[in-house]
Structure formats: structure tokens, C-alpha cells
């Protein structure tokens, strides 16, 4: 079992970047794949980025390929989202979700979730 928590969500600027750290718990966190997920305000869950348990495989969603970028540190037990020239529309809580296969981008595989953490962009 994995117990996640998200940090370093806040209030920025268009353009502004933010990282986003995920906390995990658990003897088997190495071998699960990882992915971010956000939920804007009145929208649906939306799929981010996808990391497999050795990141030999990385995926994001086209409306942020080029400017976020996830990472993961096994022996720190941590997953990371770099978020660089935010805009208004990534307003969102952000999620991460661990799955107990090595890789998946899809919503219904992953097993278990973060409370999440708020991003807002604005000027």
C-alpha cells in the first residue's frame, strides 16, 4: 500500500514557474508507476503526466508537453512536477496517483491518490 501527499502548490503569475513535490510512503513505492493528475473548478479530472517506476517512460498531456516536466527519486521516495510558464488555464488542484503497475496514463488504473494541492495563476 502507498500513502501519498502533495506539496508546493500557491499563487503565481502567467509565466511563473512552480514545482510540485509528491511524498510517498510504503516498501513497494519503486515498483509503481506514477502519474499527476489536475481538476479545475467545474471540470472533469484531467490526465497531466505519467511516470513509469524506473522513468524509462515519461508522458504528458499535450496541453502541457514543452513546459512541465515530472521526475521521481526512488530512494527519497519522492515524485515531482516542474511547472514552468504557467498559465491561467493550469489553475487546478493537482493530484498525484500511484498505480500498482509499473506504468499507466489512464485514470482507472491508478490505485491510490493524494489530497491534492491548489495551483492558481493569475495576474
Known amino acids: 500500500q502507498v500513502q501519498l501527499e502533495e506539496s508546493g502548490g500557491g499563487l503565481v503569475q502567467p509565466g511563473d514557474s512552480l514545482r510540485l513535490s509528491c511524498s510517498a510512503s510504503?516498501?513497494?513505492?519503486?515498483?509503481?508507476?506514477m502519474g499527476w493528475f489536475r481538476q479545475a473548478p467545474g471540470k472533469e479530472l484531467e490526465w497531466v503526466a505519467a511516470?513509469?517506476?524506473?522513468?524509462?517512460?515519461?508522458d504528458y498531456s499535450d496541453s502541457v508537453k514543452g513546459r512541465f516536466t515530472t521526475s521521481r527519486n526512488n530512494g527519497r521516495m519522492m515524485v515531482y512536477l516542474q511547472m514552468n510558464d504557467l498559465k491561467p488555464e493550469d489553475t487546478a488542484i493537482y493530484y498525484c496517483?500511484?498505480?500498482?503497475?509499473?506504468?499507466?496514463?489512464?485514470?482507472?488504473?491508478?490505485?491510490?491518490w493524494g489530497q491534492g494541492t491548489q495551483v492558481t495563476v493569475s495576474s
Open positions: 496517483a500511484a498505480t500498482s503497475s509499473f506504468y499507466c496514463s489512464g485514470y482507472e488504473c491508478f490505485n491510490y
Open positions: 510504503g516498501r513497494t513505492f519503486p515498483q509503481y508507476g
Open positions: 511516470i513509469s517506476d524506473v522513468s524509462d517512460i515519461i
